[in-house]
Antibody, heavy 118, light 110 residues
């Protein structure tokens, strides 16, 4: 069965960076985009960007350009999202999710809580 | 790009129907057939309920249906049940190969 397993919760200080991992299993890793979506406490969903594991091609939301980097390691079916220059506004649950078709997410990771606090 | 617009709340009694709207622009909702709806219970990851405007994934009850007219998409939940109480988010493919989400609607079953 398809599974996306994310790394554990993180606590970071303002200005630091965080790197969240997402290990995929149960399907052909190279065939599906992985998207990253975040959700601040009590707020809605926000698309951060996506990576195509086969090629490494990435697309980021403009507001995160220069601060976010998505990478992958095909040998272990894992994608990573690194966010730098953290502020308290980056406190959120970060989800990785598999994109099927065009912009449809059919499987989600369990989420990783990133807390930015001094 | 701004988030899609959803009403913050909706409600209905068991057995009734409720419709949640999702308004965008011609660069997202109105321009593509790629509107999805997700259900999220507290503390859980979202779950896909509708994709490509009106298609249901396997396992989603046919009480859930989707539609679109112009720049506004809608999710209708018929025969409301207690377990339908959750947050619902719409999303749409958008110009420039991006994705937009709505702000979410909290559905309360009275």
């Amino acid at each position: 069965q398809v599974q996306l397993v994310q790394s554990g919760a993180e606590v970071k200080k303002p200005g630091a960076s965080v790197k969240v991992s997402c290990k995929a299993s149960g399907y052909t890793f190279n065939d599906y985009y992985i998207q990253w979506v975040r959700q601040a406490p009590g707020q809605g969903l926000e698309w951060v960007g996506r990576i195509m594991p086969y090629s490494g091609d990435t697309r980021y939301v403009q507001k995160f350009q220069g601060r976010v980097t998505m990478t992958r390691d095909t040998s272990i079916s894992t994608v990573y999202m690194e966010l730098s220059s953290l502020t308290s506004d980056d406190t959120a649950v970060y989800y990785c999710a598999r994109r099927a078709g065009t912009a449809m997410i059919d499987y989600w990771g369990q989420g990783t809580l990133v807390t930015v606090s001094s | 790009q701004s988030a899609l617009t959803q009403p913050p709340s909706a409600s209905g009694s068991p057995g009734q129907s409720v419709t949640i709207s999702c308004t965008g622009t011609s660069s997202d909702v109105g321009g593509y057939k790629y509107v999805s709806w997700y259900q999220q219970h507290p503390g859980k990851a979202p779950k896909l309920m509708i994709y490509e405007v009106n298609k249901r994934p396997s396992g989603v009850p046919d009480r859930f249906s989707g539609s679109k007219s112009g720049n506004t998409a809608s999710l209708t939940v018929s025969g409301l049940q207690a377990e339908d109480e959750a947050d619902y988010f719409c999303s749409s493919y958008a110009a420039g190969d991006s994705v937009l989400f709505g702000g979410g609607t909290k559905l309360t079953v009275l």
